[in-house]
C-alpha cells in the first residue's frame, strides 16, 4: 500500500519540475547513439592519446590516480605504470586462507613489492610465515623493489626462504628492510641455516637497512647477520643506507658510491674505530658519505687519535655531510691529504651543546671545497667566519641555515663571506619570529655579498633569456607546487614578480596573522606584495602575541583594511558569532557608511559561498545566520553564483541575475535529517527565470582544508 508521503513528495517534485522546464531537458533529449557517437570527436581522441594521459596523469596525487584506472582499458595501460612507480603493493594481504588462488594483480603495479606481518584477516597465526614465503614469489619481471617490515624476527627465516627460491634472475634494483621487533629476547635464535648465504643478486644496487630502534641497548648482534647477508649477495652494489647500531664488514663492496651510516643507540656512544675501519674498506670507490646519529646521541664526544696509517684516503669522495659534528671527531683525517676530490661539504650540529668553530679545528685548509653549507644554533665565535674563510678559501656556493639566531651578527659576518667572491647564496632562518628588523638585516647582509662586478652576465644567453620571459615563467610556475613557487620568488626580481601573481592566484593570504600586539599597541606591519592579495583569508587563526577576544575583534577589522585594487576575493572562516560584526565593520569601511545594516552595494561582487561548517548547533541557534547571509544577498546586485551549505533556506528575491546555485542542506542535532522541501521550492521559484544550473544535496557539516600563502 503506497504511503501517503511519497504521494506528497511525488506531488512536490512535479510542482518542481513544472517550475523549472530548462533544468532537465537534457533528458528529454538525450540520445545515446549521440554520445557514442561522440568517441569520435577531436576531445575523445585527445583523451585517448597515451602521450597526453601520461603527462596529465603524471599531476595527479594516489587517489585519482587510481579513480583514472577504472575509466576505460586505455587509461588503465597508463595509469598502472604510474601507479606502480609511485606506490608500493602490499603482497601479504593478497593471500587468504579460504582460497588457493592469490587476488589477481597488474604486473605493472607489482613494481614495488612489501612484505609485512600485515596479513588477510583469514590467516590464522601458524600459517604466517608460510604466507611470507608465498609473498616473495609475487616477485615479477617488472619488480625493481622490496621493501620487508619484519617486526617479529620469526619472519625473518621465511623471507630469506623465498628469496632463495627465486634464485639469482629477479631484476630487484632496491632492497629496503625496516627492522622493528617488539622486544629483545635473548632465548630466541634464528637458526643458523636461515643466514646462509644467498644466491648472487647481480641487479640489487640499492640496500635500505633500518631498525627504527633507537632505545635498545642490547640484541643488535641478531640483527647483524640480516644486514651481512645482504651485502655479501650483492657485489655491484652502489648505495649503502644504514640506520642501526652495527658495523657491518663492507671488504667486498667494490664498486660502493653512496655511503649513509646513522648510528642509532641513545644511551651507547659511535665507536669511532669501528667507523674508520668500515670507511677504510670502501675508501677507493666512495663518491658520497653522510654520517649522523640519533638526536638523543648526539652529546660531545672524545677526540679519535690514529695511527697515520690507519686513516684511510677516501680517494674518490667528492661529497661529504656531518650531521652531528661533536660526533664524529676523528683526527688527521679531515683534509686535502684524505680527502682529495671532495668538492661538496655539509656540516651540521646535532642535539646538545655543540659548537662549530670546534668541528672546524679538525679541519686543515682544504682548497678543493666549492661548496660549503652550515647549519649554526650559535656564533657567540667572533671568529667563526674567519675560521671558515680560511680553511675553505675556494667556496662558489654558499648555503647558511640560522636557528634561533637574530639578524644582529649576520650583517657583519657577510661581509667577511664576500671574500669568497660567491655565486650562489641561499641563507635560511629557521626558529626566529619574522620582523621587519629581521628583514632589514637579511636585506644589508645580502647586499654586501652582490658584486655587479663578479655577477656572470647571461642577459645575451638564449636560456637566460627564456627563463626570464613571464609568458614562459608563467607556464613554468603553473606546474609548480605552492612551496616551488615560494622558492622560485627568491632567485630573482623578474621570478619573484611572476611568481607573487602565480601565488596570489592560488592560495588565501592569511592577513589577520601580520598582526602582532606588543602593549600598548600593535607591531609594525611587514610589507606584503600587493599581487598576495588577490585572495584574502579572514579566519579565527591568530598571532600568539592576540589574546584577548577584543583584540582579536579588532584584528579582523583591521584585516580587512588590506583589501586592494588587486583583491578578487575574500574568505570568511569564523568560529565565533562574536567576529561577525567585527567582520562587516572592516566591509563598511572599504564602501561609504550609511545607516542601519546594510552593506554598500558591491556591484562587482558575482560569486558567493556560505558555509556553516559545524555540525553541533542546534536548529534554533543556525537561524541568526539567516541575517547574515541576507545582507551579503542583498549587497550584491549581479550576484550569478551562489554556493550555501547550511540549515537554512534564504531569500533570494532579488538575485535577478543568478545562473549557478549550490544547495546543500546541513544535518544538526535536534532536526530533521531532510530540509523542507515547502522552503525548498519556495526558494528555487525566486530564482526560476534565470537559473541555469542548479546542485541540491544534504549531509553533515565539516570544515575544510585552507590553502594558504
Partial sequence: MPNAGDSSVKNRYKKLQSSFPQIGRSSANFNSKKVRGNANNVISKVVRNPLILDAIFAH?????????????????DIASPLLGR????????????????????NPKLKRTLVISDQFHPSIPPHMKTEIITKAVTQVSQLTREIKFVANRMEFVAPFLQGIRMLGSSPKIQKISIFSEPDYYDPNTITPVEAYQKLPPQDNLTTLEFNTLLDFRIHGWEELQPLLQIWIDAAPNLTTLDIAASLYPNLEGCRNLKVLKFRFLTRYVHV?????????????????????????ENSGVMKKLQLDKKMVPVMSKLTTLSIQAINVYRILDFFDEDHFPK????SIQPGIGKSSLITHLNLWEPHRGVQSLAVTI???????????????FPTVKEFNLTLKQI?????????????IWDLDRVNVIVDGVRPSSELIEGLEAAMSRLRDSENAPDNENNAMSKALQNPVILDAIFAQLSLSDVKTCRLVCQKWNDVGVKTLGKRAYFPVNKLFSYNAPKFNELPPVNDQLMRGLLISDKFDRSIRSDKKKTEVITKGLTHVSNLTHEIKFLAAKEEFVPAFFKGIRALGSIKAGQKLPSQPNLTSLRFHDSSANHYAAACLEFQSLIKIWLDAATNLTTLDVAASLCPNLEGCKSLKVLKFKFVIRYGQARNPNLDNVIKMLGQVKDSLIELELSNGEGGYEKEVKI
Fill in 60 to 76: 595527479l596525487d594516489l587517489p585519482d590516480l587510481k579513480t583514472a584506472r577504472l575509466v576505460c582499458h586505455e587509461w588503465n
Fill in 86 to 105: 609511485q606506490a608500493a603493493l602490499q603482497a601479504t594481504p593478497l593471500f587468504s586462507s579460504n582460497s588457493s588462488h592469490v587476488f589477481p594483480v
Fill in 271 to 295: 665507536n669511532l674505530g669501528k667507523v674508520v675501519k668500515m670507511l677504510g674498506q670502501v675508501k677507493d670507490s666512495l663518491v658520497e658519505l653522510e654520517l649522523s646519529v640519533a638526536p
Fill in 342 to 345: 671532495l668538492r661538496t661539504l
Fill in 377 to 391: 644554533d650559535s656564533w657567540e665565535e667572533e671568529e667563526l667566519e674567519e675560521e671558515m674563510i680560511q680553511i
Fill in 406 to 418: 637574530s639578524s644582529s651578527p649576520i650583517s657583519r659576518s657577510m661581509e667577511s663571506f664576500k
